[in-house]
């Protein structure tokens, strides 16, 4: 299969082919969407597929305007209206429970609930109004690889098995959405993303966080049972012992690459054999724009080990922190 490159003039295309049960990647606010039609079974199973994903990990569903809300599910309880009101577009996913065949049982991966959202991306927007259907989505990479950016990571991973890409430049908030369950009695972030824990408690008041390592038989949201965002090459996690870990590791033969603020990359130009701005330290904002294009981009180095900065767990520094833990090898 040739995957085509497609370019925002070219929208139209791409909505013929999710028609035709092609699966397509697409650009949203957060990484590259790799998009079906929800509905069609033979679509969604081209996703699994395409990416080596487990059957039983669930997939986002995404809309672009509300009224596609009922056909999805059975009732929108007055906090998911609040935290859509608040929110939407933009990177929070929603689970309720799910309209029987409302979906390809594919989608839920069985369970009763479905996850929704609204990407905050125009391209996005667009191409579901044009397909008229809604349109199931994980990030499209290889299962367990860093989620992609920009067109071109996704053509690494995925060209000759997908039908096309819609390259719509690089990504805004570059990790994933917030998953929230409001189907449990407490409302739970059961992944955290683009939209922190306080900005929710803000607008609906009393929210759990769930385990996001936990070892669910089922679970209910993207992130929360497999290994993600893996390069090739081994990370890990340094919070503030660079000189004795890059000392350490340049004794053992190693070449190291280095995914940093750039305070930190001042200080190790000479020792590593290729870096990665993250930007100012104290931009977390920047930071996770560019986590998952830094972990690809030395990828491609001849660095044997990749070093990654530790940020602290507030705000968008959980979801940093939540991605990144996946990623290494050690924290």
């Given at each position: 299969m040739e995957t085509m490159w497609i370019s925002s003039e070219q929208l139209d295309r791409a909505a013929q082919l999710l028609q035709s049960e092609e699966v397509v990647a697409f650009p949203t606010e957060t990484v590259y969407g790799l998009g079906a039609?929800?509905?069609?079974?033979?679509?969604?199973q081209g996703i699994y597929q395409a990416k080596g994903r487990p059957s039983d990990n669930p997939l986002i569903v995404h809309i672009a305007q509300r009224s596609q809300l009922m056909e999805l599910t059975t009732y929108v309880p007055p906090k998911a209206q609040q935290l859509m009101d608040q929110f939407w577009p933009g990177p929070l996913t929603i689970i309720l429970n799910v309209k029987r065949q409302a979906v390809a049982p594919e989608v839920t991966a069985g369970l009763a609930t479905i996850g929704i959202r609204m990407p905050d991306h125009p391209l996005a927007l667009e191409l579901i109004r044009q397909v008229g259907r809604p349109i199931a989505a994980p990030s499209s990479n290889t299962s367990g690889k860093p989620s992609p950016t920009t067109a071109q990571h996704v053509m690494d991973d995925l060209a000759g098995k997908i039908a096309a890409v819609v390259d719509g430049g690089e990504t805004g908030v570059g990790l994933e959405s917030t998953v929230i369950d409001l189907t449990s009695e407490v409302p739970t972030i059961l992944r955290p993303g683009g939209v922190s824990?306080?900005?929710?408690?803000?607008?609906?008041?009393?929210?759990?966080?769930?385990?996001?390592?936990?070892?669910?038989?089922?679970?209910?949201?993207?992130?929360m049972k497999y290994r993600?965002?893996?390069?090739?090459?081994?990370?890990?996690?340094?919070?503030?012992?660079?000189?004795?870990?890059?000392?350490?590791?340049?004794?053992?033969?190693?070449?190291?690459?280095?995914?940093?603020?750039?305070?930190?990359?001042s200080q190790f130009q000479t020792e590593a054999i290729a870096t990665y701005s993250l930007g100012a330290q104290s931009d977390i904002t920047q930071a996770s724009k560019r986590l998952y294009s830094g972990l690809r981009a030395l990828d491609k180095t001849e660095a044997t080990i990749i070093l990654v900065q530790a940020y602290k767990k507030s705000g968008l520094g959980i979801a940093y922190m939540n991605r990144l833990e996946k990623a290494s090898s050690k924290c």
């Open positions: 039609d929800a509905t069609s079974s033979q679509a969604i824990a306080e900005e929710i408690r803000l607008c609906i008041g009393a929210v759990e966080m769930a385990g996001v390592d936990k070892q669910e038989a089922a679970p209910k949201s993207p992130g993600h965002y893996s390069p090739e090459q081994p990370v890990w996690i340094v919070e503030t012992d660079w000189a004795d870990t890059v000392a350490k590791l340049l004794k053992k033969g190693e070449k190291i690459g280095i995914l940093a603020s750039d305070d930190v990359l």
